[in-house]
């Protein structure tokens, strides 16, 4: 049976789940264990919910992925963006497209919030894993971030995919994250 997804209020994740997630982000991005051992907020940007399923026979949880809410400027515009980070499929449970249930929910519940457009990084490599779940890749448009208070172009080793809710595009006009990616 496949397993049902969970949408989780950051303001509801206790010790215990805190502490699952993180276990299974050091599983999945081990080359990140020393910061994924206790933190989930990559680059200092924290999550506003978080969307999770469990084996329906362990009830382990064996996937997850985060949500920030953040306004970025696009040109002269402001849009609330529905940022997911943290991905990740247990290796035991990856191939069978569970990562397209997670996406999903995770973007129905954006959508549920009033948000406007849903943005990723990711290798090119992976481009393939959100495209399935109906992520396109945007522009190379440049893009600027905020890093310990000091605003910098976003490190071109990343492509940038979105997805559509309220606003089916990325407006015109250079990205500013308005704080750090995630
Ligand atoms: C990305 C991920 C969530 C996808 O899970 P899934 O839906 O079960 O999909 P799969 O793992 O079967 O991968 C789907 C495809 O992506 C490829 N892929 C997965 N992770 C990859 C990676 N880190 N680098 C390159 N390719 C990758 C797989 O080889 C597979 O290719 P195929 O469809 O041609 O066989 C899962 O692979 C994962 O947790 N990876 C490690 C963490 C990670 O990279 N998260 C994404 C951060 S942006």
Redesign the pocket.
């Given at each position: 049976m496949f397993p049902k997804a969970e949408i989780i209020d950051e303001r509801t994740i206790d010790k215990a789940l805190h502490d699952e997630i993180c276990h299974g982000l050091v599983e999945?991005?081990p080359e990140e264990a020393d910061f994924f051992t206790d933190h989930r907020s990559w680059h200092g940007s924290v999550p506003c919910f978080s969307v999770v399923l469990r084996s329906t026979d362990t009830d382990r949880l064996i996937?997850h992925?985060g949500v920030v809410d953040r306004n970025v400027h696009v040109g002269k515009d402001s849009i609330r963006v529905a940022g997911?980070?943290?991905?990740?499929?247990?290796?035991s449970?990856?191939?069978?497209?569970?990562?397209?249930i997670?996406l999903t929910t995770a973007m129905k519940e954006a959508s549920a919030r009033g948000m406007d457009l849903g943005m990723?990084?990711?290798?090119a490599?992976?481009e393939?894993?959100?495209a399935?779940a109906n992520w396109t890749r945007a522009d190379s448009r440049p893009i600027t971030c905020t890093s310990d208070g000091h605003d910098k172009p976003l490190p071109g080793k990343?492509i940038v995919m979105i997805y559509p809710l309220a606003l089916r595009i990325l407006p015109d006009g250079p990205l500013h994250l308005q704080g750090n990616d995630w």
């Open positions: 999945c991005f996937a992925a997911l980070q943290n991905v990740f499929v247990l290796p449970h990856r191939g069978r497209n569970m990562s397209a997670l990723l990084f990711c290798t490599q992976l393939t894993v959100y399935r990343n």
